[in-house]
């Protein structure tokens, strides 16, 4: 048996890749965010819990490394241009939420006993935040919103003076805060600074444009910028970070945010350095401090307190300046609350230097844990009243083209996906093809047997799309994962519609249909139709159409709602909506906005279950039921909308469609390693 704590270095990696790979699992059961995971876990396996690993030097460094990258994509992240069209706006709040929190933390400090410098910059810990709720806002179509977009400009002043203050204090720490290190420090800075933001978009420039690379050659072209100024940042006096900070800054317009590049600084940043770096985080922490001093209680309490109330009052001035209205202002409150990637940084940096001890890292570490729960559950709790009060106009494709992919596993629903592909075909795509995709679940080198079987298949459907007159173009994948092949087919064919059948059947409990449906739901944005028919569509009478509260708000509504009149119209079917808590008249507006228009009724269901026990029913054997549905964690999205498939597939007739229209692609600035829960309320908070 291996002694405790473990030193050998391959299990040490052993250990931490399976608190990596479990971890987020956990969290996302729980509903709260990735970065908690391996904090906890160094909290458990650490020197102060288990005491299964220590904090060894090969966890400092790995973590040191993942503390630049931190700060570094922060650097990356930052919304410049936004912070330029709303500059005034950001300024007033960026002073206000980092100057509130700076007096509260320093004065709460300085109350328990604390020294100046110690006091300070826990001051300055509580006046710099992470934007952990901002891919919240993003799906919920909030993100470009002036509340929102003053909140995002904010956070470049919040962690710049943040940082500026560490410099200042960590300086002070090593030597005399006198006139001789104010002037040698200010100097260093313009220096550092000028080196940084002169020097860097130079050769950046020069590098891009002359220097012919793969994709390997400028991703260590920015790590050598990276590192060269967290190491010039040394030199200077400072701390590394605000190197890293700094250069991320000047390197921003040169990375694209959704680039192949950056992709790769994540990808590299999220799954090693930052995990290690928090779980290294989470090896200072001791209970048993916590636990056995009644200060530390206290610290904690009060620098919780003291940040929620300063930050609420920050948001509360500026929405009372700008006049924002309440949710707005909840929502600033709720992006600006979570402390993360700053809080962190100079935690870390505060403890080694030895401003900082034991109880005031546990306090910290738990008010991360704190906020990091409470903030992004406000900005989905009052995001969502707000993307509701904002004014929809009707906005449909206009002449982009209609490519509509149907993947096919199942012959004997082949024909009825076919039919409901031929019926929601637009009109200015009379002359394309539809797209049929066959997807072998096998290893390439010994898929011989099953690609001649798809194959075979996908030729049943060229015969049928020809009988229709329809035009086709057939493709077979191999892959291990069906889900990853036909999001492949998506984006190689720039799909804007899928069609699938399900058989009625759930995997597990916690999915919706079924595994590889649930995996294309989760990874695409194009709309999806998921079908189960019971009858041929060309005996439908009437469609049965189910609109939940908020449905109207999503980007693809009046795309789905279009599609929906032209299956009625096409099968010659009228429309019956039920709309879940919603306005009828509203919903007979948006039906005459668009064209064609057959015979329409719109009714008012006060609930899902009045729907459940009042409409369901009264279903007839030649009815389709049209579910317009919404994707975790978007405008419109219900918890009902999860359980409706499987109530449908149980009741007769069995012809159903749940209709999920497009979204826009996700923002994901200010997770920084983590996951962000696609739910994060209570199930009351949806009614």
Same mark, same amino acid.
């Given at each position: 048996?291996?002694?405790?704590?473990?030193?050998?270095?391959?299990?040490?990696?052993?250990?931490?890749?399976?608190?990596?790979?479990i971890?987020?699992?956990?969290?996302?059961l729980?509903?709260?965010?990735?970065l908690?995971?391996p904090?906890?876990a160094?909290?458990?396996?650490g020197?102060n819990?288990?005491?299964?690993l220590e904090r060894?030097s090969?966890?400092e460094l790995?973590?040191t490394?993942?503390l630049?990258?931190?700060?570094?994509? /922060?650097?990356?992240?930052?919304?410049?241009?936004?912070?330029k069209k709303y500059r005034n706006?950001?300024i007033?709040y960026?002073m206000?939420?980092f *100057?509130i929190?700076?007096v509260?933390g320093? @004065?709460?400090?300085?109350l328990l006993?604390y020294?100046?410098a !110690? +006091?300070?910059?826990?001051?300055s810990i509580?006046?710099?935040?992470?934007?952990?709720?901002?891919?919240? !806002?993003?799906?919920?179509g909030?993100g470009?919103?002036?509340?929102?977009?003053?909140?995002? =400009?904010?956070?470049i002043?919040?962690?710049?003076?943040?940082?500026?203050?560490l410099?200042?204090i960590?300086?002070a720490?090593a030597?005399?805060?006198?006139?001789?290190?104010?002037?040698k420090?200010t100097?260093s800075?313009?220096?550092?600074?000028?080196?940084?933001?002169?020097?860097?978009?130079?050769?950046?420039?020069?590098?891009?444009r002359n220097?012919?690379?793969?994709?390997?050659?400028?991703?260590?072209?920015?790590?050598?910028?990276?590192?060269?100024?967290?190491s010039?940042a040394?030199i200077?006096?400072?701390q590394p970070i605000?190197?890293?900070?700094?250069v991320g800054?000047?390197?921003n317009?040169?990375i694209?945010?959704?680039?192949p590049l950056?992709?790769?600084? $994540?990808?590299?940043?999220n799954?090693?350095f930052?995990p290690f770096?928090?779980?290294?985080?989470?090896?200072?922490?001791?209970?048993?401090?916590?636990?056995?001093?009644a200060?530390?209680?206290?610290?904690t309490?009060?620098?919780?307190?003291?940040l929620?109330?300063s930050?609420?009052?920050?948001?509360a001035?500026?929405?009372?300046?700008?006049?924002?209205?309440?949710?707005?202002k909840?929502v600033?409150?709720?992006l600006?609350?979570p402390?993360?990637? +700053?809080?962190? /940084?100079?935690t870390l940096?505060?403890?080694?230097?030895?401003?900082?001890d034991?109880?005031?890292?546990?306090g910290?570490?738990?008010?991360?844990?704190?906020t990091?729960?409470v903030g992004?559950?406000?900005v989905?709790?009052?995001?969502?009243k707000?993307a509701l009060?904002?004014e929809m106009?009707p906005v449909?494709? =206009?002449?982009?083209?209609e490519r509509i992919?149907?993947?096919i /596993?199942?012959?004997?629903?082949?024909?009825?996906?076919?039919?409901?592909?031929?019926?929601?075909?637009?009109?200015?795509?009379?002359?394309?093809p539809?797209?049929?995709l066959?997807?072998?679940? $096998?290893d390439?080198w010994?898929?011989d047997g099953d @690609? /001649?079987k798809?194959e075979?298949?996908l030729?049943?459907?060229v015969?049928?799309?020809?009988?229709a007159?329809v035009p086709i173009?057939v493709?077979?994948r191999v892959?291990?994962n069906?889900?990853?092949g036909?999001?492949?087919a998506? +984006?190689?064919?720039?799909i804007t519609?899928? @069609?699938?059948? *399900?058989?009625g059947?759930?995997?597990?409990?916690q999915?919706?249909f079924?595994?590889?449906i649930?995996?294309?739901l989760?990874?695409?944005?194009?709309?999806?139709?998921?079908?189960?028919?019971?009858?041929?569509l060309?005996t439908?009478?009437?469609?049965?159409l189910?609109l939940?509260?908020?449905?109207?708000h999503?980007?693809?509504? *009046?795309?789905?709602l279009a599609?929906?009149?032209?299956?009625?119209?096409n099968?010659?079917?009228?429309?019956q909506?039920?709309?879940i808590?919603?306005?009828?008249?509203?919903?007979? !507006?948006h039906?005459?906005?668009i064209k064609p228009?057959?015979?329409?009724?719109v009714?008012?269901?006060?609930g *899902?279950?009045?729907?459940?026990?009042n409409?369901?029913?009264?279903l007839?054997?030649?009815d389709?039921?049209?579910v317009?549905?919404?994707?975790?964690g978007t405008?419109g999205?219900?918890?009902?909308?999860?359980?409706?498939p499987?109530?449908? +597939?149980k009741i007769n007739?069995?012809?159903f469609?749940?209709?999920?229209p $497009?979204?826009?692609?996700?923002?994901?600035r200010?997770? $920084?390693?983590?996951?962000?829960?696609?739910?994060v309320?209570?199930?009351?908070?949806y009614?």
């Open positions: 048996m291996f002694e405790l704590p473990i030193k050998e270095p391959v299990l040490i990696f052993t250990i931490a890749m399976i608190i990596f790979f971890f987020p699992y956990f969290m996302k729980l509903r709260i965010p990735g908690i995971g904090i906890l160094g909290v458990i396996i020197p819990g288990l005491a299964i060894s090969t966890i790995l973590g490394v993942g630049l990258f931190i700060m570094f994509i /922060a650097g990356l992240e930052m919304d410049l241009d936004g912070f706006r950001s007033v960026g206000l939420s *100057w929190p700076l509260v320093t @004065v709460i400090s300085l006993g020294t100046v !110690a +006091a300070i910059l826990i001051g509580l006046g710099s935040h992470t934007l952990l709720g901002y891919p919240i !806002a993003s799906r919920l909030i470009k919103s002036k509340a929102i977009t003053t909140a995002v =400009g904010g956070s002043l919040t962690d710049t003076f943040a940082l500026l203050v410099a200042v960590t300086g720490a030597g005399e805060l006198d006139i001789y290190f104010g002037v420090l100097f800075l313009i220096v550092f600074v000028a080196i940084i933001f002169l020097g860097t978009p130079y050769l950046s420039r020069w590098f891009f220097i012919a690379t793969e994709g390997t050659g400028e991703f260590i072209y920015v790590m050598v910028m990276l590192f060269t100024a967290g010039l040394l200077a006096g400072l605000i190197g890293a900070f700094l800054l000047a390197l317009r040169f694209f945010d959704q680039g950056m992709n790769r600084i $994540r990808f590299t940043a799954s090693i930052i770096f928090l779980l290294s985080v989470g090896m200072l922490m001791d209970l048993s401090v916590l636990f056995g001093n200060k530390a209680w206290v610290l309490i009060a620098i919780v307190l003291g929620l109330f930050k609420y009052i920050a948001a001035l500026t929405s009372k300046f700008y006049k924002y209205t309440k949710d707005e909840m600033i409150f709720g600006t609350t402390q993360a990637a +700053a809080t962190l /940084a100079a940096v505060g403890f080694n230097v030895g401003l900082l034991q109880a005031t890292v546990n910290v570490i738990i008010m991360i844990l704190i990091c729960i992004p559950y406000l989905e709790k009052y995001g969502r707000l009060e904002e106009m449909q494709k =206009g002449d982009v083209l992919l149907i993947p /596993a199942n012959p004997n629903t082949m024909e009825s996906l076919m039919d409901l592909a031929f019926v929601i075909r637009q009109s200015n795509s009379v002359e394309h539809l797209y049929a066959s997807v072998v679940q $096998r390439m010994g898929a @690609v /001649a798809a075979k298949m030729g049943q459907a015969s049928y799309s020809s009988g007159d173009r493709t077979t892959d291990r069906i889900a990853i036909i999001n492949r998506i +984006a190689e064919e720039r519609t899928l @069609v699938a059948g *399900w058989n059947e759930r995997t597990a409990p999915k919706i079924g595994g590889v649930d995996q294309v989760d990874q695409t944005n194009v709309s999806v139709l998921i079908s189960k028919l019971g009858h041929p060309n439908t009478k009437r469609i049965v189910i939940p509260k908020g449905i109207d999503k980007p693809g509504y *009046w795309d789905a599609t929906i009149k032209l299956i009625a119209s099968l010659g079917a009228t429309i909506c039920y709309v808590k919603g306005f009828p008249d509203v919903y007979k !507006a039906m005459r906005e228009n057959p015979p329409t009724i009714e008012w269901v006060e *899902w279950t009045a729907l459940y026990e409409k369901l029913p009264t007839q054997p030649d389709l039921v049209v317009l549905s919404a994707r975790r405008t999205w219900h918890p009902q909308l999860e359980k409706i499987g109530k449908l +597939a007739p069995e012809s469609i749940i209709f999920y $497009r979204e826009e692609k996700e923002d994901t200010g997770t $920084r390693g983590t996951e962000i829960p696609k739910e309320l209570l199930g009351r908070d009614d």
